[in-house]
């Protein structure tokens, strides 16, 4: 009788022992579990055949029975190799799922075994991450300006600063609001859809200073890398032809005239200091900066002998 029950399960048990070792080798260091499928495929055949050979030699029942009840207790014995399979995680008692269940000797959820494998979950998570996102960390982890790949480097806002003057003094604002509130700098702003570089310097230093100005000469092309992503290219201008009434405030900015000699940097962009003596002898540049929100990391400031390069933007182009 116990022959016939061993005989309906075997050919359905050993498949189902087959299968889930086959499953178990896709998962990294399964190789305790592994084993164990292996360790109770072979106690089930010895059972199977011992009771198989008691029943051909018309040996006592009761024989069958014993190799029944010491192929049950071996297991028990030695259960550290028969048994290594958990249902819970054995750091946080979170319920496992199949996988983790037959694979993965270490029966933990996967936040706990990330967190005992950091370096596996950093692996993990680079190979998921687009080109685009790694090419994102290079330009926020960068140390170095050089570190950086300005040929494949976009900016995510664009704008342009316009320093306007008049003899010995240059026209200078406050800034109240947004980025380097309480720096002093000169106007400026974003390029609004549709709108050329010299035309938002012209709508920018009117609506932050009241007045107007024409004749701008681009001087020099910005280019700032914040440590929070932020990309920001930025247009110099210079011009010396303006008329209208300064506005003494404004919701963003307080205009105000600076003597060029005595220009206060300490209240500037560190950056300011680097380029905009350049800028105020004529000479045009072409800058890159790395920036921890208002702490300057890298930089490089190179003179320009011709007009100051222009990335892919002109004077009709969109932006």
């Not at 498949?15 to 089930?44: E, H, W, Y």
């Not at 040996?59 to 819970?88: D, T, Y």
């Not at 979170?94 to 950091?118: F, M, T, V």
């Amino acid at each position: 009788m116990l022959l016939n029950v061993f005989q309906e399960l075997f050919t359905w048990l050993m498949l189902f022992i087959i299968l889930i070792n086959i499953s178990q080798r896709k998962f990294p260091g399964s190789d305790k579990k592994r084993k164990a499928t292996i360790l109770i495929a072979v106690d089930f055949l010895v059972i199977y055949t011992l009771i198989a050979m008691i029943s051909i030699w018309n040996l006592p029942q009761w024989l069958s029975w014993l190799c029944l009840a010491a192929g049950i207790a071996v297991p028990i014995i030695f259960r550290k190799s028969f048994w290594p399979f958990r249902l819970h995680c054995v750091k946080c008692g979170s319920k496992l799922g199949y996988n983790r269940i037959i694979g993965y000797d270490e029966n933990l959820c996967q936040e706990c075994y990330w967190e005992a494998h950091p370096e596996e979950k950093a692996a993990a998570e680079a190979k998921n991450r687009s080109p685009q996102e790694i090419l994102e960390e290079k330009f926020t982890t960068a140390e170095s300006v050089d570190d950086i790949p300005w040929d494949e480097w976009e900016p995510t806002e664009t704008c342009v600063l316009t320093y306007v003057i008049d003899g010995d003094r240059v026209l200078m604002i406050r800034k109240k609001t947004g980025l380097g509130s309480g720096y002093i700098n000169a106007p400026g702003g974003h390029i609004e859809i549709e709108e050329t570089k010299t035309e938002a310097a012209i709508r920018e230093t009117k609506e932050e200073t009241g007045l107007d100005v024409s004749n701008l000469e681009e001087r020099g092309v910005l280019r700032f890398q914040f440590r929070d992503g932020l990309r920001m290219l930025g247009y110099v201008f210079f011009t010396s032809t303006w008329s209208g009434t300064m506005v003494d405030e404004t919701d963003e900015t307080k205009p105000f005239w600076a003597d060029i000699a005595s220009l206060d940097y300490s209240e500037m962009w560190e950056d300011d200091r680097l380029w905009l003596p350049m800028a105020l002898e004529g000479k045009k540049f072409s800058a890159c900066f790395i920036f921890d929100d208002r702490t300057m990391i890298d930089s490089r400031v190179e003179e320009m002998e011709e007009e100051a390069p222009v990335i892919e933007l002109d004077e009709d182009t969109e932006v």
